[in-house]
Structures are given as structure tokens and as C-alpha cells.
Nanobody, 125 residues
Framework: QLQLVESGGGLVQAGGSLRLSCIISGRTSDDYGIGWFHQAPGKEREWVSCLSGKHGSIYYQDSVKGRFTFSRDNAKNTVYLQMNNLKPDDTGVYYC??????????????????WGRGTQVTVSS
């Protein structure tokens, strides 16, 4: 059974760093797209970054370019989101999601097939 589990969240001061992990279990091939999303308190879930399974390309929302880095370790079936120079606006729950149908990188939550439960990130000022 396919399952996504995020970890690595926590409390950090502004300017600090965290590395989020998303372990993908129950999947034997790596032809899928993966996205990271952020949901701030009281707001809708928004796209942060994603990896295209078709092309291997990685894309970022403008607000995180130069601060966040998406990476993947196929041997461990794990993707990562390295977050540097964190800001209070980065506070919220971070989710990873998988696109099996198109293996695409998309910013639209509805196009993902399955989600993890999220990990909380809190950035203090």
C-alpha cells in the first residue's frame, strides 16, 4: 500500500534551517511526480516545490527560490526539502504529495493522487 510520511519539522528561529523528509513506501518504481506544499494557519494549501518524474526537473515557488532545495534519494525512496534562511511566513504544515497518473510537476493540489499527513514547521521572529 502506497504511503507518504513526512518528518523533520520543528521550531526554529528566523534565519535558521530545517530539512524535511518524505518517505515513500509501497512504490517500486520512481516514475512519479512529487510536490511539497505549505499550509499556513487559516490559509489554503499552496505549492512550494515539485519534481517531475518525466524529466527530473525541479521547480520552486518564487518566494522560496534561493532558500529551499528539493532533492531525492531513490535508493531510500525519500525526497527532501532543505529549507534555509527561514522566515516567520514559512510557518505552517508542510505536506508531500505524489502524482502517479502523469508523473508531473504541478502546483495544483487536486492533481496529486496521495498525500502525507504533514509535518509542522514553526519559525519564530
Amino acid at each position: 500500500q502506497l504511503q507518504l510520511v513526512e518528518s523533520g519539522g520543528g521550531l526554529v528561529q528566523a534565519g535558521g534551517s530545517l530539512r524535511l523528509s518524505c518517505i515513500i513506501s509501497g512504490r517500486t518504481s520512481d516514475d512519479y511526480g512529487i510536490g511539497w506544499f505549505h499550509q499556513a494557519p487559516g490559509k489554503e494549501r499552496e505549492w512550494v516545490s515539485c519534481l517531475s518524474g518525466k524529466h527530473g526537473s525541479i521547480y520552486y515557488q518564487d518566494s522560496v527560490k534561493g532558500r529551499f532545495t528539493f532533492s531525492r534519494d531513490n535508493a531510500k525512496n525519500t525526497v527532501y526539502l532543505q529549507m534555509n534562511n527561514l522566515k516567520p511566513d514559512d510557518t505552517g504544515v508542510y505536506y508531500c504529495a505524489i502524482d502517479l497518473a502523469e508523473a508531473a510537476c504541478t502546483r495544483y493540489p487536486k492533481l496529486y493522487d496521495q498525500w502525507g499527513r504533514g509535518t509542522q514547521v514553526t519559525v519564530s521572529s
